[in-house]
């Protein structure tokens, strides 16, 4: 089982619809997870991050963590063409220092 | 402007030849790392310094070398030990070593043989 995983995809959704972007991780200790956007090409850029139970919003970015389930989600509410990226999932494992484990991403594809 | 800059943005290594990448920061973190990413995979850790003239080993630190003799900066050579350079390296920093706080990238050097 990879520490980390998401589905590789893509995601394709029309502009104007709600994308839901789904990472699990193995660690149950985890402390914090975060989620980057990463254009072809570039380097990631971060998105958001959560610490706790439940829902945290910013913007059209709502990130959901569930530690039960060992699930963390972004939603992007009204999904625009330029959300068209891959999205990567982190995760800080509890090593006492900072070290995250990154998922291998998921491509996004927002059709106009 | 605060920001990670990583130079070169291209750079191709000769058969044998040692290269280093530059990463300079002048965000004052302590905390900075060194990533590589490979077509369709996650990043993997190569090194990560928690403090100047202190680094660690990542997951996949053969044949690669680092220093951190100032806060800064956090160069990383590729030897030519390692057989299979060719990569996205990412450079990152975070102001908190410990914990919670997110990390920040710079633009990344594609590394190519010739």
């Known amino acids: 089982q990879k520490e980390v995983e998401q589905n590789s995809g893509p995601l394709s959704v029309p502009e104007g619809a709600i994308a839901s972007l789904n990472c699990t991780y193995s660690?149950?200790?985890?402390?914090?997870f975060f989620w980057y956007r990463q254009y072809s090409g570039k380097s990631p850029e971060l998105i958001m991050f959560i610490y706790s139970n439940g829902d945290k919003e910013d913007g059209r970015f709502t990130a959901q963590l569930n530690k039960a389930s060992q699930y963390v989600s972004l939603l992007i509410r009204d999904s625009q063409p330029s959300d068209s990226a891959t999205y990567l999932c982190a995760v800080n494992k509890n090593t006492g220092f900072q070290k995250l484990v990154f998922g291998t991403g998921t491509r996004l594809l927002v059709s106009p | 402007d605060g920001g990670i800059t990583q130079s070169p943005k291209y750079l191709f290594r000769k058969e044998g030849q040692n290269v280093t990448l530059s990463c300079e920061q002048n965000l004052n973190h302590d905390a900075m790392y060194w990533y590589r990413q490979d077509p369709g995979q996650g990043l993997r850790l190569i090194y990560y310094s928690q403090i100047v003239n202190d680094f660690q080993k990542g997951d996949i630190a053969e044949g690669y070398s680092v220093s951190r003799e100032k806060k800064e900066s956090f160069p990383l050579t590729v030897t030519s030990a390692q057989k299979n350079p060719t990569a996205f390296y990412l450079c990152?920093?975070?102001?908190?070593?410990?914990?919670?706080?997110?990390?920040?990238f710079g633009d990344g050097t594609r590394l190519s043989i010739l």
């Open positions: 660690d149950r200790g985890s402390q914090s």
């Open positions: 990152a920093s975070s102001i908190d070593r410990w914990g919670n706080q997110p990390q920040h």
